[in-house]
């Protein structure tokens, strides 16, 4: 099965945009509905969207302003912006892969924290 | 858009069941046969447990078992065990546009 991992800065200076990858490795990218989901520390999941192999994307509307998710199926890899942080921002980024329904692929997670 | 209500907090004994239970809408978990549930031990990545309603993931132990009346899905655990201590989520698609509502978590406490 296809393995996931995060990368990217752990700190984001309010204002600026968040920058994440994921890598993809063991499996085609066409399996899957590539995804992005936060978690405020101590807090509950929040979907951010998720993209599809050939490009369609859907995002969270709250987030929908401020968001960007792309694909690089060449390098198995996609990524996700956000614009605009605030330190609500503030949280563990997963990536994951959804298949038909659910989220059966999981990243470990990486903490970005929004600071000056 | 509202995250889906779950329990802040439910407690079992070993061996004994319980329920958690998760409630939207007719337009989420009323509208959609689509309910996932993710069990989060600290530190850790969610895992899924349970995707359309009811059906198990290969690996995930029969103990564990959902179901859906209206705008409410519910988790059942039985024969608790001390590992299944950890944060359980539901999940569902919402609206028109299909995007994803996580409920609020619920905390379980194996005594």
């Known amino acids: 099965q296809a393995q996931l991992q995060e990368s990217g800065p752990g700190l984001v200076k309010p204002s600026e945009t968040l920058s994440l990858t994921c890598t993809v490795s063991?499996?085609?990218?066409?399996?899957?509905?590539w995804s992005w989901i936060r978690q405020p520390p101590g807090k509950g999941l929040e979907w951010i969207g998720y993209i599809y192999y050939g490009g369609s994307t859907n995002y969270n509307p709250s987030l929908k302003s401020r968001v960007t998710i792309s694909v690089d199926t060449s390098k198995k890899q996609f990524s996700l912006k956000l614009t605009s942080v605030t330190a609500a921002d503030t949280a563990v980024y997963f990536c994951a892969g959804r298949g038909l329904t659910a989220f059966d692929l999981w990243g470990r997670g990486t903490l970005v924290t929004v600071s000056s | 858009q509202s995250a889906l209500t779950q329990p802040a907090s439910v407690s079992g004994s070993p061996g004994q069941s319980i329920t958690i239970s998760c409630t939207g809408t007719?337009?989420?978990?009323?509208?959609?046969?689509?309910v996932s549930w993710y069990q989060q031990h600290p530190g850790k990545a969610p895992k899924l447990m349970i995707y359309d309603v009811s059906r198990r993931p290969s690996g995930v132990s029969n103990r564990f078992s959902g179901s859906k009346s209206g705008n409410t899905a519910s988790l059942t655990i039985s024969g608790l065990q001390a590992e299944d201590e950890a944060v359980y989520y539901c999940?569902?698609?919402?609206?028109?546009?299909?995007?994803?509502?996580f409920g609020g978590g619920t905390k379980l406490t194996v005594l």
């Open positions: 063991g499996d085609s990218m066409s399996t899957y509905y």
């Open positions: 999940c569902s698609f919402a609206g028109s546009s299909a995007f994803v509502l």
């Open positions: 007719s337009s989420d978990v009323g509208g959609y046969n689509y």
